[in-house]
């Protein structure tokens, strides 16, 4: 158990970038069911990407090509960087770091 702190978020225009940020209270080293998931308004919670311990990735088809997922063991830490984002991405972002979750980031993608 531990806490996740995520950061990042905000608004950005239709096409733009954001990167978002989170840190667990523990070390990650070992941890392979780290990720990325978002909520929009009245859906359900998806997994947006994930990275194992070896650095293997896992994305959901809408952010392949678009996102990036890293993970820094030495500092906890979990990012994933968006690009060429679109409406489409407005949502809740959680950091998920073993079953711990994150309060969650507001991204807004507006003109």
């Known amino acids: 158990q531990g806490q996740v702190v995520e950061s990042g978020g905000g608004l950005v225009q239709p096409g733009g970038s954001l990167e978002l940020s989170c840190t667990f209270s523990?070390?990650?080293?070992?941890?392979?069911?780290v990720g990325w998931y978002r909520q929009a308004p009245g859906l359900q919670r998806e997994m947006v990407a994930t990275i194992d311990n070896g650095g293997r990735t896992n994305y959901a088809d809408f952010a392949k090509g678009r996102f990036t997922v890293s993970r820094d063991n030495s500092k906890s830490t979990i990012s994933i960087q968006m690009n060429s984002l679109t409406p489409e991405d407005t949502a809740v972002y959680y950091c998920?770091?073993?079953?711990?979750w994150g309060q969650g980031t507001q991204v807004t993608v507006s003109a």
């Open positions: 523990g070390s990650i080293f070992r941890l392979n069911n």
């Open positions: 998920k770091i073993s079953n711990n």
